[in-house]
């Protein structure tokens, strides 16, 4: 024991002992302890027969080969799964479609050729809303869309539109036996509304168009028919709409058929049956239909807010497109109205516009003509009147 203290002395180095010697002495010293711990470790491996190390191997390749085909038969499935939701879906809405193009009028009056240019990039569409019989129209709208500059201009024509019907008008409901009406002692004049109505079965649309055009001055490429019904299912399928309710309103229509109106003036989210109120009520303005329209409008333009929304479009698309296939009427065909759906995603609010025609309002609606042509001018033909043109040049 005395011998090992004496060779470590003997082994340590002295303090007298210079760097140099010190790394020279440091580097002669063998190091046999770095080889044990691994010695060590591999002595107390347990030992391992290869043949079963062969299995395992060989299991394990083949749970791995049937891990990765069961992923893959999912990702089969819910892609078959996913392809066949899409072909139900389209093959669904191309019936629906089929079914709404077939609805169309396929009338036998023919309206000669119009003399109005057809202004490129521009769409026209009549709007036509009816009363629950469908006879009247009590809503008569030309939406006109600018396929270039994304502008959407909703010009309104109030139902009392003192109109005369043209010569093929009269001279077709002649041959067919049908009433021409007579007013003022000016044959084939009433309201506008009424058009619809005498046009008869099959032929009403086309009648109410040709007016629209004769009185307005344009060309109209389509149209769309829509009764109070499908008007509430459109509101309830966009799950209601925020408005504000400009007065207190009250009109009970029950002994002509129509709803007990009770609003209150404010803010409140309307659904199918109250928006319905809100766009009949008259009675209580002192503008009567004129307010009305602008009413209309005003809830309109807050309705086509709601739809555009994502939140609407994300969840209740499919809602809204049943509704509008099941409860409208359209000349639209099915290619058409697919050409023209890249458009509603890129519709800006900020261009939307809506309008009344100008006139005097009483048991009939007189319409400025001057007025009206400038109005359709400037929204359909993009004409700015001169004095507008000045105004804006000399505000640059």
């Keep these: 024991m ?144 600018h396929t270039k500059t994304g502008e959407l201009n909703m010009i309104s024509v109030p139902r009392d539109t003192r109109v005369t019907m043209t010569d093929e008008m009269t001279r077709f409901l002649e041959k067919q036996g049908a009433y021409v009406p007579k007013r003022n002692g000016v044959y084939g004049q009433c309201k506008l509304t009424e058009v619809h109505a005498y046009a008869g079965e099959g032929n009403r649309c ?76 008259r009675d209580g303005y002192a503008a009567k239909d004129l307010r009305r329209i602008e009413v209309q409008q005003e809830f309109i333009m807050a309705l086509i807010e709601k739809i555009c929304s994502s939140e609407t479009l994300l969840s209740r698309l499919d809602e809204l497109l049943e509704v509008v296939l099941d409860c409208t009427e359209s000349n639209i065909t099915i290619g058409e109205a697919l050409k023209y759906v890249k458009y509603v995603k890129d519709l800006d609010l900020s261009k939307i516009t809506s309008e009344t025609i100008p006139g005097e309002g009483g048991a009939y609606f007189d319409m400025d003509v001057e007025g009206t042509k400038a109005l359709i001018d400037e929204r359909i033909y993009g004409i700015v009147p001169e004095e507008a043109a000045e105004e804006l040049t000399t505000n640059e």
């Design 2 to 145: 005395g011998e090992k203290r004496e060779y470590r002395r003997r082994r340590r180095p002295s303090e007298d002992m210079d760097l140099h010697q010190r790394q020279v002495r440091r580097r002669q010293t063998p190091a046999p302890y770095q080889e044990a711990p691994r010695r060590r470790r591999r002595e107390e491996q347990a030992y391992v027969d290869p043949r079963r190390a062969a299995q395992s191997r060989k299991k394990s390749s083949r749970r791995a080969r049937q891990r990765k085909r069961q992923r893959r038969g999912f990702l089969l499935v819910f892609l078959l799964l996913l392809i066949l939701c899409g072909t139900y879906a389209a093959a669904k809405v191309w019936v629906k479609m089929s079914q709404w193009e077939d609805k169309a009028e396929k009338s036998d009056f023919v309206v000669s050729a119009s003399e109005q240019e057809k202004i490129q990039d521009v769409i026209n569409v009549a709007v036509l809303g009816t009363d629950e019989d469908g006879f009247r129209s009590d809503v008569n709208m030309i939406v006109s869309f």
């Design 206 to 281: 086309t009648f109410s168009v040709a007016m629209l055009e004769d009185i307005l001055g344009i060309d109209v490429d389509y149209y769309v028919k829509f009764d109070l019904s499908a008007f509430r299912q459109v509101v309830d399928a966009v799950g209601g709409v925020d408005f504000y309710v400009p007065q207190d309103m009250y009109w009970d229509m029950t002994d002509t058929g129509g709803p007990l109106i009770n609003l209150k003036e404010g803010m409140q989210h309307l659904n199918g049956e109250k928006a319905e109120q809100l766009v009949r009520f």
